[in-house]
């Protein structure tokens, strides 16, 4: 787990590019403390303002914030038309269930866009998922690590962002929360995403047949077909969905369109994947209007357009959907339509194997000291995105004799090998080159 976060955290490094900006990027190093919080308008904190949990820093957390929020106002100099905002979140210790005279319904940790809510997790998540969580942090009691991934439409040149908690029992010490790894990107100049699928959005063609599911790919409608839904995918249901044969990219983007049928409650919650790892989770989206569309009698909450955003460089994926409700599929069912994923490929990759197989890793901007990332084998294949090149030094610090890498090569061999491995301060030489060490 641990290993995983920093990666991720070293691939956005520098980050700018023909189709991504990197508006911000905050609290990324394993360890920092209150000055790193300090551009920040802060309600609610005390203390230290920052904890160090699971070996790594975090804003907030135990003994700092339990109802209270975090805003700041960002600027750019070219206009908006939205903005991803990506980030781990923590709910640390008895948010939730039984504390303090009894479950606590009204926790909610928030996200707002120029004062106008866009995500919500609800309070109490004593599904199945969570059950098992681990102590990270404050009490002994278990901790939730997960992940916001959120698109939000922004227009002009500059928004204000505010994470906000509010906690019944407001105490730190008991209940707190707490966030690291904190990204805003947005898309600018030319646009090279490739779409790589897009189905489930043709009623008179809704072919499943790409899908694994807990529930036999089983289709309902509300009143357009979803996969899943009323009856087929109520508590742990699952279905997956694998993308191979991917073109070189460094992210993917993935949109669904998210239906919430009858009586799902606040303490319930559906997680998104890819790869095993959490890209989102959304609990219903209480705070916008509902109605009963399809189903039983409760209201429904359809047509959630979601978009995550994930940094990802293999030319396989797997994503994946988990129901995280408690109570049967006639009571509270979750399905979903519209779905799509494109690649794009503003960073160049380096990959551990021949044919993009093994470790890959992505950088943008001067080449990173992949020692630090526990990169320490001979590079096989480079990725360069069309129109970019890399500047590569024969000597360290970059110096000495420069030539310049502008074309993909899957399969590192020769003097261009020797090279690039050189320039990225691995050690090769023939004999080990043809012994393929
Ligand atoms: C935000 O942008 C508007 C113009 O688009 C400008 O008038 C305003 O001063 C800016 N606000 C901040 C806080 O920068
Ligand atoms: C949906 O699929 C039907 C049947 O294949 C096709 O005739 C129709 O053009 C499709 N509609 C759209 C919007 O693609
Ligand atoms: C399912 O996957 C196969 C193989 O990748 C592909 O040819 C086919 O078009 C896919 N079907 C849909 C509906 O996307
Ligand atoms: C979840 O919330 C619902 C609705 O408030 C409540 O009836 C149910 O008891 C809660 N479940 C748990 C396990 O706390
Ligand atoms: C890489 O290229 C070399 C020399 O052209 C060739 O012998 C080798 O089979 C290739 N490796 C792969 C994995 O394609
Ligand atoms: C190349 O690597 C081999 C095998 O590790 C080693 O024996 C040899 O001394 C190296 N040659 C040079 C020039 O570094
Ligand atoms: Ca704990
Ligand atoms: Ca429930
Ligand atoms: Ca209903």
New binding site residues.
């Given amino acids: 787990m641990q290993k995983g976060y920093i990666f991720i955290a070293l691939i956005l490094l520098g980050f700018a590019s023909a189709n991504f900006y990197e508006i911000d990027k905050e609290f990324t190093l394993s360890t920092f403390d209150s000055r790193a919080v300090s551009s920040w308008n802060l309600v609610g904190f005390q203390n230290s303002v920052t904890n160090v949990c699971g070996g790594v820093s975090v804003v907030g957390g135990p003994n700092v914030v339990a109802t209270g929020s975090m805003t700041k106002t960002f600027n750019t100099d070219f206009d908006l038309t939205s903005i991803n905002i990506l980030f781990d979140l923590y709910l640390f210790d008895q948010w939730l269930s039984g504390w303090e005279g009894g479950r606590d319904q009204q926790s909610y940790f928030k996200v707002l866009v120029n004062g106008k809510q866009v995500h919500q997790l609800g309070s109490d998540y004593t599904r199945q998922l969570h059950k098992d969580a681990s102590n990270i942090c404050g009490q002994t009691t278990p901790d939730r690590q997960t992940h916001v991934s959120i698109q939000v439409p922004v227009t002009g040149r500059n928004f204000t962002v505010s994470l906000q908690a509010n906690i019944a029992g407001n105490n730190p010490s008991l209940a707190s929360w707490g966030i690291r790894g904190f990204y805003i990107l947005t898309s600018y100049g030319a646009n090279n995403a490739k779409t790589v699928v897009s189905e489930l959005s043709n009623d008179s063609q809704f072919d499943v047949s790409n899908w694994t599911s807990s529930f036999k790919n089983a289709v309902s409608s509300c009143p357009n077909k979803i996969l899943g839904g009323y009856k087929n995918a109520g508590s742990g249901a699952w279905a997956t969905r694998k993308l191979t044969n991917l073109p070189p990219h460094s992210f993917l983007t993935i949109s669904i369109n998210a239906f919430f049928v009858d009586s799902i409650d606040t303490n319930d919650s559906i997680v998104f994947y890819v790869d095993g790892k959490i890209v989102h989770e959304e609990t219903r989206q209480y705070f916008l209007s509902s109605q009963n569309i399809c189903g039983a009698g409760w209201a429904d909450n359809v047509n959630n357009k979601f978009v995550f955003q994930v940094p990802h460089f293999t030319s396989t994926a797997e994503f994946k959907v988990y129901v995280n409700t408690d109570q049967g599929s006639d009571d509270e069912s979750f399905g979903f339509r519209d779905f799509s994923v494109s690649v794009d490929s503003p960073c160049p990759i380096i990959y551990e ?3 993009q ?1 093994g470790r890959a890793f992505s950088f943008c901007g001067d080449i990173p000291n992949l020692k630090l990332v526990g990169w320490t084998k001979p590079i ?1 294949g480079i990725y360069v995105p069309e129109g970019y090149a890399i500047k590569v030094y024969v000597d360290s610090q970059f110096k000495g004799k420069r030539f310049k890498v502008s074309k993909s090569n ?4 020769g003097q261009e090998y020797k090279l690039i491995n050189r320039a990225f301060n691995i050690d090769v030489n023939e004999t080990k080159l043809r012994r393929n060490e």
């Fill in positions: 194997e021949a044919n197989q096989k899957f399969n590192l061999t």
